[in-house]
């Protein structure tokens, strides 16, 4: 069903309520969340929980050890519950992430152009489109300026359909054809037009689309988290297979029984594996997030946060970003006042003080200069600014007069249209003047043509203006250099203006590369690297078009960089899209389209926010690769001491049972393993530079190192107890509290840049919580024997408990020392894509 309506002050506030209760929102059909049940579920098809829910079964039923195979079963359950917990507790950041980038639409309401929740659009609304907007729902056209949409993801065609203003009904053909609709979704990509909504949400055209899909696409850390978890998996599993085949051989001798051979490999092969490593991070990915989202740095994909922490440069946009983005005409120089202002008025697009900050300053200030443009005055054609061109063209046409044409822009770009002579030369020698003061400044002039590239021009004047910096911006630059982090400013005003600015802010302004300099180097291919290496110099660009922001953003990616760029205009998004971060700038400025490209939205465009988000990405990156590695060397550091202690203590039978090795996953992969990733490092977390990814070789390599430091020592206590003729309950038993002690610590290690026990290891409280609820969890099921029981545990003499303390004691030494000669003993580099150095290390990489 279509509803139009002709009235140009749209719906009324009442009947715009009455039609949302009618239709609903308007938005696309989502995949409604899994039930607890098929949660629960999946949890139960892993592969491993499969053969860990046989294995309790046979206990309990088969065997009849009713207090194994209960443990084992509860032990099941418990993790069960921790995953469907940490899956719900991700599901629901998200969702909540998913509603702050929420759309809005302009749409008119009582005669009033509104912003409003793109959901809350309705069938019958007015609504308003420009360039850089998404479509909030399928429209048709009443009015359209020049009007482009990009529709490929409805049509697949490439190239944007050109729009019509229309009153009829019914248009057919394919979607291509209907030139004057609008359909929810597209993107304007030139142009403005007016259009009344006709369907909303599942009834729209992608809603069909939309309808007939569900489900979700994890993140690329997600996804790479698993993929390294299975990885794991298939070490496990060989593992546990290794421990079968040598078990075979005690079994021919009567030294121990197939069944518990089975059930210690099939333990061991599920104790080793992380299987709650992309769940958890995930959700402290989401939770910090959302944290972010409070301090006005909405991520809209999670892997953006890891990105963000790692950045070493920001590109980053004057207007908006380092300016407060509010201008005011400072100073003008006019051929003809009466005439300037008039052509300010006409050359503008703002309505009722809404639109673009440089055509609501020139309005402002034509109404202040009390200019009006004639009665009856009509647009005929217009050509919207570009940033490529750097210029807007109008004709208007009033009653018995001719067309006009006025063209607004940047002075070199519209004073080469002018005719020569000695006013264009008067203008041309002002302009200096004022861009040394750092003001913006824009030429206006004006010819009796209805040519949109008529040359020839009568020059009007000059119009400059001032943009207030904004008082967070030179702190914002200082940060940024105390954290390592380069920023480089980029501009399409005169290169003047962008050196006064840069210098206010703390920017070094040497070298300033201007668009005209570039150009120089542009031709044949062999100019490339010349272009890029100019690039990667830059302290300031100016008068830059949009192919020159993409081009910086590769040739600092060549260079090793992870680059941050930020954006808000429809030609930004290239650059968004290509950045390691694409920082999109929201506000009245900011375009759905520029949205859409990035990864991360700034809510008030303020560069002093983006450091906010480096700080957090920088403490979150920190957590995520403690926690991967806490939860990698422990895990490694188990199944070392099984295939040891299987190959040096036959009377053992298996070193630990399966129940004692799903015990010590229980306690010590989860509550330390959630900490660490709420975890607030000491000190500034700017400080935490740039490593390198979270799973790289070197890494890996430490990891392995200190789970042979960690297997070795808990060995040589379990020795000891053997040799001191304990019985083999007291010899597991003290094998279980030596790798928990030793486990635990490395919770620890991991969090350390330097040495584990630096200056205020203790104030993270959600960590030192953890080591201590853990550790008492463990006292208490050896000394007390009814607790223990169950697990097989029993109390172990006194000289267990130092012999623990004291394996846990040299982890934390061995460990240091590994730290240490990872390191070399003095900083390092990290080297970027391309192998160069990229930023130097402060200390350790996290998790190291």
Sequence with gaps: ??????????????????????????????????????????????????????????????????????????????????????????????????TLTAPMAKVVRDGVVRRVPAAEVVPG??????????????????????????????????????????????????????????????????????????????????????????????????????????????????AGVVVILIGLTRVQRGEA?????????????????PESLAAAVTT????????????????????????????TVIATDKTGTLTTGHLTVADQVAVSESDLWRAALRCNDARDNLGDAVDVAL????????????????????????????????????????????????????????VPGPEPERLARAVPGLAHRGLRVLTLAGLRTDDLDATGLRPLGLVALSDEIRPSAARAVADCRAAGIRVVMVTGDHADTARAIAGEVGIDADPVVTGAALQTLEGADGDRPKRFARLREA???????????????????????????????????PALRNADVGVAMAGEEGTDVAREAASVVVTNGDLGTIVVGVREGRRLRHNVASMVGYLLTGNLAEILIVLAGLIAWPDLVVPLLPVQLLWINLVLDGIPAIALGVDRPAGDPLALRPTGGLLSW??????ALRAVAVGALVFAAVEVARRLGWSEEQVRSQAVLALVFARLTLAYVVRARRRTFERGWWRSRPVLVAVTATAALQILVTVIPALGAPLALVPVPPAGWAMALGAAA???????????GGNGGRRRTHRGRAGTPAQALNGNPPGS
Excluded at 55 to 74: C, F
Excluded at 194 to 212: F, K, Y
Excluded at 257 to 273: E, F, M, T
Aim: one cysteine or more; a neutral charge; aromatic letters at 2%.
């Design 1 to 98: 069903m279509e509803i139009s309506v002709h009235e140009p002050t749209g719906l009324s506030a009442q009947a715009a309520s009455e039609r949302l209760a009618e239709y609903g929102p308007n938005e696309f059909p989502q995949p409604r969340p899994p039930r607890l049940p098929a949660r629960a579920a999946r949890q139960l098809a892993d592969p491993m929980s499969i053969l860990l829910l046989i294995a309790g079964l046979v206990t309990l039923l088969v065997l009849g050890e009713i207090p194994e195979g209960a443990a084992i079963l509860t032990i099941l359950l418990v993790n069960v519950v921790i995953g469907v917990s940490q899956e719900a507790k991700a599901d629901h950041a998200v969702r909540a992430l998913r």
């Design 257 to 273: 029984a197939l069944l518990d051979i089975i059930l210690a490999g099939v333990a061991l092969a599920i104790a080793a594996v």
């Design 125 to 238: 609304d007015v609504v308003q489109v420009a360039a850089g907007d998404r479509v909030p729902a399928d429209a048709r056209l009443s009015q359209a300026n020049a009007l482009a949409v990009n529709e490929s993801m409805l049509t697949g065609e490439s190239l944007s359909s050109d729009k019509r203003a229309s009153r009829a009904d019914g248009a057919g053909g394919t979607l291509a054809d209907r030139r004057d609709e609008l359909f929810a979704g597209t993107l304007v990509v030139r142009g403005s037009g007016v259009a009344e909504v006709t369907r909303t949400g599942a009834r729209t055209e992608m809603g069909r689309i939309a309808s007939a899909l569900g489900g979700g696409v994890k993140g690329p850390l997600a996804v790479e988290l698993a993929q390294v978890s299975r990885r794991i998996g298939l070490v496990a599993v060989v």
């Design 810 to 820: 040299l982890s934390v030494l061995a460990c240091d020392m590994v730290r240490s």
């Design 284 to 311: 402290a990915l989401a939770l910090g997030a959302q944290r972010m989202a409070a301090l006005g740095v909405i991520v809209r994909r999670l892997a953006a946060i890891e990105a963000l922490g790692a950045t």
């Design 363 to 418: 309005a402002v200030a034509a109404e202040r200069h009390g200019v009006r443009l004639p009665p009856g005055e009509e647009r005929l054609a217009v050509r919207p600014f570009d940033a490529e061109t750097r210029s807007m063209a109008v004709i208007t046409a009033a009653a018995g007069e001719g067309p006009l044409l006025t063209v607004k822009g940047a002075p070199e770009v519209v004073l080469s249209r002018c």
């Design 698 to 703: 070197p890494v890996l390599t430490r990891i």
């Design 539 to 573: 302290a300031v660009l100016a008068r830059v078009d949009p192919g020159t922001k993409l081009d910086l953003v590769r040739a600092l990616r060549e260079d090793g960089q992870v680059v941050a760029m930020t954006g808000d205009g429809v030609n930004d998004a």
